[in-house]
């Protein structure tokens, strides 16, 4: 069975929002176990999911329609001037 990126990338979240939910209901019984689940939760999510999630999305994508330069700056102002104009 092969899992496509997007279950995969729902499968660490929700195991890492489990393993947090998990840490918080043990932290008063036993504080480096919780710690531990709080810590791996945080970590699946941030260094493991966000990245997939980052990658997968921006695959096809031109950076350079992201970026501030000097042709998009113009592009801006044109599309400002439009708008007002119509208006």
């Known amino acids: 069975m092969i899992l496509t990126h997007k279950y995969t990338i729902t499968l660490i979240v929700l195991s890492s929002i489990i393993t947090i939910i998990y840490g918080f209901t043990v932290i008063e019984e036993n504080p480096p176990l919780g710690n531990k689940c ?3 939760g945080t970590v699946g999510l941030f260094l493991i999911a966000m990245p997939l999630f980052l990658f997968k999305e921006s ?9 501030l330069t000097e042709e998009n700056i113009k592009k ?12």
């Open 38 to 40: 709080i810590g791996f």
């Open 59 to 67: 695959k096809g994508k031109k950076m350079k329609d992201y970026m």
């Open 76 to 87: 801006m102002r044109n599309t400002e001037e439009k708008k007002s104009k119509k208006r």
